[in-house]
């Protein structure tokens, strides 16, 4: 086995797959929508929205809720989307121990 053609695959493997992080949005929703977050493909947030509805001075942990379910649900998109993207590329690679 080449290890040097082994090591070219791979840095084109990363780089498509930083690429890809750079790309790829996902919107996650809370409470009926009334709080929208935004990732990128590496799950780094890249926007919210936040609805006056969802602001209660009296119960902030509320607002707390809705936006780590929002984050949680964006992630899972995310996490889908990256997994399409990565079985492409790594599809054609046959490296012993790994099973891609």
């Excluded at 790309?23 to 947030?45: C, D, P, S, Y």
């Excluded at 969802?54 to 998109?77: Q, T």
């Excluded at 990256?82 to 690679?93: I, R, S, W």
């Amino acid at each position: 086995m080449d290890m040097r053609f082994l090591m070219k695959q791979a840095q084109q493997v990363q780089a498509k797959l930083q690429e890809a992080q750079h790309k790829i949005r996902a919107e996650g929703t809370a409470g009926g929508e009334i709080v929208k977050v935004t990732l990128n493909g590496a799950k780094v947030l890249v926007g919210i929205s936040i609805s006056k509805e969802a602001i209660d001075p009296d119960d902030p942990s509320m607002l707390e809720d809705l936006i780590m379910a929002a984050y949680g649900d964006a992630s899972i998109k995310v996490g889908e989307a990256m997994a399409e993207v990565t079985g492409g590329m790594t599809a054609g690679l046959n490296i012993p121990g790994f099973n891609f």
